[in-house]
Structure formats: structure tokens, C-alpha cells
């Protein structure tokens, strides 16, 4: 199985990205939150992968982490009425770290807000995703290491706190998402809540 691809960034989108790795070019499907961390094409790119293989179509789906690849899985694999198509447009709304929170709360509203997810749908991943994130996950399943090694409902972070700071500022979800992540990126993880927010004000 391939589980990941280093090479050189020929080209990308905002939702696609091809490599050229060993004469050969691969094009990879890609969430809007890992197309914003790619380098310049022409430079050398490593990305995290999986393969989705169906009767009339075979895709590589790639990501800046393994952590943001795992969770696409479980969205997949996990949640009935979610496919890889409707797992890369919520990925691409917004940061696991977000989704992680709302499942965590029970947030339906805030999962409702992504792209092809109805209030049902939404409702469907909070129930089949919790235990499964925050409870050691179910026995024999292939759910990441990265979440069944966690017991406990994630504790609120720097981050998400941020982000709740500049939805309740009157950003929408996504733009606050996406404005915590750039401060996160500038800042570094030990940054704080309040420097987090001021930098997303500032820009």
C-alpha cells in the first residue's frame, strides 16, 4: 500500500497537487488545508497517502500530515454517507483540530456547516467518530495509533480556543479556522490563545 510520496511538486490546485517522483508523475487529490502548506512547484514535496480503489476509478489522496490523512479514513471509513468526495471538501473547511472539538462538544451545528453535510449526516459522524476518537477506538479496527492512544475528550487548546474567540469576533467558521491556522503556522505551538487571535486580527 502506498502511504506516502516524496518527489517534486510539478504542479497544484487548490483540491489537487502532481508529483513527480522517480520519472513518474503522480496527480493526488488534496484538501484545501494541505494545498495551502505546499511549497513552490519545482520544489521537492513529501506527502502523507492513501489510495482509494473503486470498480471504475482508482484515486491517491494526499496530505500534509499523517494525522489529517488518518482522519480522512475514519471519516471514510467510519461514517455511513460519507465518501472520500464529501471527506475532502470537510477537510478542506476546516483543520482536524476543529473537527475534533466539535465532535468532542457535540457540536452538529458547527460540522452542519461544511460542504454536503446535512444536520443527520452531521449528527451521524458525532456518534459513529466519538468513541471511536476519544475512547480508545473499537477493537480490531484500523483507526490511527494517533487516536486510539487518546482516552479522554480532547482538553480545549490555544488553537480552538482561538478560533471560538474570532467566530464569536464575528468571523465565519471556516475564515476563523483558517486565520487561527496561518497565526498557529507563524507562531509556532507554544503560542497562546491571545497571541494567536491578535495575530489573525493584524493580517
Do not use: W
Not at 461544511?114 to 477506538?137: H, M, N, Q, S, Y
Amino acid at each position: 500500500m502506498i502511504v506516502g510520496i516524496k518527489g517534486i511538486l510539478a504542479r497544484s490546485t487548490p483540491l489537487s497537487a502532481v508529483v513527480e517522483a522517480g520519472g513518474l508523475f503522480y496527480e493526488l487529490t488534496i484538501p484545501v488545508t494541505t494545498a495551502e502548506k505546499l511549497p513552490k512547484n519545482g520544489s521537492e514535496v513529501f506527502l502523507h497517502t492513501l489510495a482509494v480503489y473503486r470498480e471504475d476509478s482508482q484515486t491517491l489522496y494526499g496530505f500534509a500530515t499523517a494525522y489529517d490523512r488518518d482522519f480522512f479514513k475514519l471519516l471514510v471509513e467510519k461514517v455511513s454517507g460519507i465518501g472520500p468526495k464529501i471527506a475532502i471538501n470537510i477537510l478542506s473547511r476546516m483543520s482536524v483540530d476543529t473537527l475534533k472539538s466539535a465532535i468532542s462538544a457535540g457540536d452538529v451545528s458547527m460540522l452542519s456547516k461544511c460542504p454536503g453535510i446535512g444536520k443527520k449526516t452531521a449528527e451521524r459522524i458525532v456518534i459513529e467518530l466519538r468513541d471511536v476518537l476519544f475512547k480508545g477506538g473499537l477493537s480490531g479496527q484500523p483507526a490511527s495509533d494517533i487516536f486510539q492512544q487518546q482516552s479522554q475528550p480532547a482538553e480545549p487548546t490555544a488553537f480552538s480556543d482561538a478560533v471560538a474567540t474570532l467566530v464569536a469576533l464575528g468571523y465565519k467558521l471556516p475564515d476563523a479556522d483558517k486565520a487561527a491556522r496561518k497565526s498557529l503556522e507563524k507562531l509556532g505551538e507554544g503560542a497562546s490563545t491571545e497571541e494567536l487571535v491578535k495575530a489573525a486580527l493584524a493580517r
